[in-house]
Structure formats: C-alpha cells, structure tokens
C-alpha cells in the first residue's frame, strides 16, 4: 500500500512538473506571439502612414499615374505596329514562290523566313519589357495579361506562317 501511495505522489509529482514546465513554454510561445503580433500591427501602421503620405501628395500620386497611362499607351502602340508588321511579313511570305529548282529552296526558305523571325524576336523582346513593367508595378496584371494575349496571337501567327513556309517549299526545319 505504501507502494501504491508513494508510486502515485511521484506520478502526481511528475506531472505537476510537465505541467508547469508545459505551462512555462507555452507562456513564452503566447509571449513570443504577442511580440510578433505587435510587430506586425506596427509594420502595417508603417505602411498606412506610408500610403497616406503618398496619397496626399498629388504630385506623386498624378505622376505615377501618367507615368503608368504612358507606359500602358507605349506597348500599345507598339504592339499595334507589331501587328501591321506581322500580317505584312505573313502576306509577303505567303506569296513567295517556290523555286522549281529543289537546291534552290532551302535558300529561299531561308531568306523568306528572316523577316518573321525578326518580328518573332521583337515580341520576344516586348513581352520580356511588359513583364519588366508588371514586376516594377508600372503596369497592373489585367493589363499585362491583355499585351501577353496579343503577343501571344501574334507569335502564334508567325509560327503557322513559318510552318506553312516550310511545307511550301518542301524543308524541314
């Protein structure tokens, strides 16, 4: 009995310990989480003082706002003439002839294929400006996404263009 009793006061002892050990660091887990909560309250304060600062100034905000206008009207344009230069370079692809001399093929193949890969290049070079331009906040994503489509639509056309090209002319590349 005096087993029982002994073994149960070290049982209730053991626990008593975990317990306020448990209790211990849980207490600091909830100290630490309140610290990190009031760092996070005082970081987003921060930022709203930091926001309200800009939107007071109408300079900043006006600039920013033309600047991102002026930004989404340049690709446009350019995307604009992108497409004039690729429906013309399809049309003039499309009517090359194919020369009846098989050796001579591969080279006219080659020299009506350069004005597309060129224009394929330029989207390449655009696309990879507009990406520039959403990761800098200049543009927002919808816009980007529309430019990216267009883009896009555009390569799409080269490529059947080239594709089309290549089958005319009997090359495989």
Not at 40 to 57: F, M, P
Not at 109 to 121: G, M
Not at 140 to 152: A, K, S
Request: some cysteine; proline content about 2%.
């Amino acid at each position: 009995m005096t087993r029982i009793i002994a073994t149960s006061v070290t049982a209730i002892a053991a626990l008593t310990l975990v317990g306020g050990c448990t209790n211990s660091a849980d207490q600091q887990i909830l100290d630490k989480l309140d610290t990190m909560q009031q760092e996070i309250d005082d970081l987003k304060n921060s930022q709203n003082d930091g926001t309200s600062d800009t939107t007071d100034s109408t300079d900043g905000s006006g600039s920013s706002n033309s600047q991102s206008s002026t930004n989404t009207d340049d690709f446009d344009a350019t995307i604009t003439d992108l497409e004039q230069q690729a429906a013309s370079a399809i049309e003039t692809a499309g009517n090359v002839s194919v020369p009846s001399n098989l050796a001579d093929r591969p080279q006219a193949y080659i020299d009506a294929k350069a004005p597309l890969e060129q224009i394929e290049l330029q989207v390449d070079t655009v696309e990879d400006q507009i990406e520039a331009a959403v990761r800098s906040g200049a543009i927002d994503r919808q816009t980007y996404f529309m430019f990216d489509t267009r883009l896009d639509a555009i390569d799409d056309s080269l490529d059947q263009a080239c594709d089309s090209l290549e089958l005319r002319m009997g090359v495989d590349d």
